[in-house]
């Protein structure tokens, strides 16, 4: 499981840790390369790496050795390497408490750290959640509207397979207690957040009421690997909308190169005209599918010869890509399938458009902010309906050592135009075209009526957006709400693969 896994999701304050002061540089000597470190491990693994396909190539070695090996490593290829507080490894019993000290301090002008996404897995979960798409939970996404007392706990959606789904849990739905704590008020936070974020094959009970004014019911939801569905409700809208076609996007794992290209070959031959993606809560993924997808809104009319997004590494590494060892080649527009899950090499389906609608929040992050950034510089014209992004223009190669998959940022991203400074997230109507507008979970994803789908609408037909509606969130408190979007931190990335 993640290292991050057990940070609280719900908390009794919002008082945060202090940083601890820097140490000196406890291990002399230069900083060797990384392969002089690489697969020494405390424990090494033995049998067939699965992911090769190879014995595993560990050798006998020491918690010192791997935590050298995270050293050199930042050092090599961290993009802000020279930001990177001196520490004593020998200071650090545990390698990942190491690594977790190897990232850059620095704030951004918002006041938030410039450094969000450091973070590990263990190797053999890493492989199973982003091939496959298989996760311990419910198969739900929830929302926080506040994570401190009063606390407010919304279910956003829910997976059309899974036990929320069979417990009738929809979106809208609000978590009054969990196995017996007030969400609101409780004292018991531990009991909060396991019951959010469980294991796999655990039983917990929550009252939940369905709708605002509903009677409160309770129901026992029991987590199971869940198989998630990142491409749903493909369709094209009801007159007099009916040649614009809408989907919801939630990840860019790999089981999604096949769902767009199902829902792109759907919406082309039902001959759409526009089009809006719903990724307010897509956290990002693989790179390759946010250009794939990019491609099959545009087509090969506007992006020949143009570069999606064009990889900046740190100062060593101004023409050589430091993981791969080849010079420095932009991530093309994609018009092919990459054997994510589909064969590799089949030519994909795309519509030609010219602008395309995206519908954005908070959980809007990485990969879906390159989708959006990559049309751009290709002169696709983006328009924004939502919230602000989470602004991560940056992303990363996993590295497995001894068992864990290390996540530590490697570059940064820019289009065509060489843009990419939106570290502070894309605000609507700001660098893009675009209307703000709060979520309403009122109303199912993909029903016109939904506020900011419906926002999407007017913007279509005469270029203007709707008026902040006071009255409705008088009478509904979920007609408009800005939410925190819960996701495993795996789920909020741009991630490279080999080529």
């Not at 050589?320 to 089949?346: H, M, Y």
Request: aromatic content about 8%.
């Amino acid at each position: 499981m993640s290292r991050l896994a057990s940070i609280a999701l719900l908390s009794l304050t919002s008082t945060a840790l202090a940083a601890c002061g820097d140490n000196l540089e406890g291990v002399p000597g230069t900083i060797e390369p990384e392969e002089l470190y690489a697969g020494r491990c405390a424990s090494p693994r033995t049998g067939i790496d699965p992911s090769t396909g190879v014995d595993f190539a560990d050798t006998k070695g020491s918690p010192l050795d791997e935590k050298l090996f995270l050293r050199s490593w930042i050092d090599d290829t961290y993009l802000w390497y020279h930001e990177v507080p001196r520490s004593d490894p020998t200071k650090f019993a545990d390698p990942l408490d190491y690594f977790d000290a190897l990232k850059t301090t620095v704030i951004t002008a918002s006041g938030k750290p410039k450094d969000q996404f450091h973070f590990t897995y263990v190797t053999t979960d890493w492989v199973s959640l982003s091939q496959s798409g298989v996760e311990g939970g419910y198969g739900l996404q929830w929302a926080l509207v506040s994570r401190t007392p009063p606390r407010k706990l919304l279910v956003a959606l829910v997976d059309p397979v899974s036990p929320a789904a069979t417990a009738g849990l929809a979106r809208g739905a609000e978590v009054t207690t969990i196995d017996g704590v007030n969400v609101a008020q409780g004292n018991d936070v531990d009991t909060l957040n396991h019951g959010i974020s469980p294991g796999v094959n655990e039983a917990h009970t929550f009252v939940v009421v369905d709708r605002v004014g509903a009677t409160p019911r309770t129901v026992t939801l029991t987590s199971a690997n869940i198989t998630s569905t990142p491409v749903q409700n493909v369709r094209t809208l009801p007159a007099p909308n009916d040649k614009v076609g809408y989907f919801l996007f939630n990840d860019h794992i790999a089981t999604a190169e096949k769902g767009l290209v199902t829902a792109v070959t759907q919406l082309r031959d039902a001959a759409i005209t526009d089009l809006i993606i719903d990724i307010r809560y897509n956290g990002g993924g693989y790179l390759d599918i946010a250009a794939q997808l990019a491609y099959m809104v545009a087509g090969p009319t506007a992006t020949a010869g143009k570069t999606f997004e064009r990889e900046m590494f740190n100062d060593k590494y101004a023409t050589i890509d430091p993981i791969i060892g080849q010079p420095l080649v932009p991530t093309p527009f994609l018009d092919k399938t990459a054997g994510f899950s589909v064969n590799r090499g089949q030519p994909l389906p795309f519509l030609g458009l010219s602008r395309v609608f995206v519908l954005t929040g908070s959980g809007t992050c990485s990969a879906s902010e390159a989708v959006m950034n990559g049309l751009a510089g290709a002169n696709v014209e983006v328009i924004q309906v939502g919230s602000t992004t989470c602004g991560k223009p940056y992303g990363f190669y996993p590295q497995d050592n001894c068992g864990t998959t290390f996540f530590a940022i490697q570059f940064q991203g820019v289009n065509e135009k060489g843009f990419g400074d939106y570290a502070d997230g894309f605000v609507p109507g700001g660098v893009l075209h675009g209307c703000k507008v709060a979520d309403d979970f009122t109303h199912a994803l993909g029903d016109p009526a939904e506020a900011r789908l419906a926002a999407a609408l007017q913007y279509r037909a005469n270029q203007t957006c709707p008026p902040a509606s006071a009255a409705a969130t008088a009478v509904n408190p979920l007609s408009a709400v800005e939410a925190e979007i819960v996701k495993p931190i795996w789920r909020q990335n741009r991630i490279m693969t080999h080529r």
